[in-house]
């Protein structure tokens, strides 16, 4: 399975997100160094540069379009 590199930009309100494929590896390496080169040179703060393994870009879109629930903090991890 493919490596996709994303770049997905919020919305003022933090609600939309809107997603943008940069470039698609097979190898884990070279999607890794690319992905970190981009997050260095990126500066807006609403702007953020993921790395996703999926089967297709369709299921890479849906699984960066899901939102995920808040991890519940225990007493002693605060």
Do not use: C
């Amino acid at each position: 399975m493919p490596y996709f590199v994303f770049k997905i930009t919020r919305g003022s309100t933090g609600q939309f997100k809107a997603l943008e494929l940069l470039e698609r590896f097979d190898a884990y390496k070279a999607a890794r160094d690319h992905a970190r080169g981009l997050r260095a040179r990126e500066s807006d703060a609403r702007t953020t540069i993921k790395l996703i393994f999926a089967e297709n870009e369709a299921q890479a879109e849906e699984q960066l379009s899901q939102t995920r629930e808040q991890p519940i903090l225990r007493e002693w991890e605060k």
